[in-house]
């Protein structure tokens, strides 16, 4: 067996700029990286596979949380997934999210190597490393989701009575309330193969 980790970059997400599913701005972590740092362009590829996901969800709970917090709760259950499915045929790269605490079992479907990062930074406060690695024919991209700010609606550790019905009637299973501000609630993933 090879070293899993061809070339790792770990950076440190700032926590400040996970509104939501996504960070805020174009490319912040570039500016963190050493200027000399090259970046694989198949990596590269599946880390903007995973902003558009982050991206694209974030727009869509923004927009719905306008309704309410229980009206934005329906739209991520009903569109999430639909989203998950487009962006990866659209990238034509693998994407997901999941946590070491779910809500939707659905999203349990993630590689290894993201339940690997999870093993290892899931009690992890924020921010918590980015991970961007090339493993011979396959990129990978993982990006922390912090708990803090507008995820505390719906994740958080005080979320309303009727969020909490609302919760329960669709995900009587769910393990994905009680983050505090600081916590990992879950990751971006993406996997995309090389030329
Ligand atoms: C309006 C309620 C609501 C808000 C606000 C919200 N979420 Fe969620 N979250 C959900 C629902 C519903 C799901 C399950 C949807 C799915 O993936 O099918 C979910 C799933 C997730 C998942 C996938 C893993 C899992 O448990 O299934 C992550 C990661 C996540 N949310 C992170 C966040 C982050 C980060 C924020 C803040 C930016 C946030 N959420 C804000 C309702 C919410």
Request: hydrophobic fraction near 40%; include cysteine; glycine fraction near 8%.
């Amino acid at each position: 067996m090879r070293s899993p980790a061809l070339v790792v970059v770990a950076s440190i997400v700032a926590s400040a700029g996970l509104l939501a599913c996504d960070r805020d701005g174009a490319s912040p972590t570039a500016s963190q990286e050493p200027p000399s740092a090259s970046v694989d362009p198949c990596v590269a590829r599946a880390e903007a596979a995973a902003r558009t996901l982050g991206k694209a969800l974030k727009t869509r709970l923004l927009a719905s949380l306008a309704n309410g917090p229980e009206a934005a709760l329906r739209t991520c259950a009903e569109e999430a997934q639909t989203i998950h499915r487009r962006v990866a045929e659209e990238t034509g790269v693998r994407v997901g999210r999941t946590a070491t605490k779910l809500r939707n079992p659905a999203n349990a479907d993630a590689p290894q190597w993201v339940w690997a990062y999870l093993r290892q930074h899931g009690a992890h406060p924020m921010p918590a490393p980015l991970l961007r690695e090339r493993e011979g024919a396959q990129a990978r991209a993982l990006l922390p989701l912090g708990a803090g700010g507008v995820c505390q609606t719906c994740h958080g550790a005080a979320v309303s009575p009727r969020v909490r019905e609302a919760i329960a009637e669709r995900y009587p299973g769910d393990e994905a309330v009680g983050f505090g501000s600081e916590e990992l609630r879950g990751v971006l993933w993406a996997e995309a193969d090389c030329e």
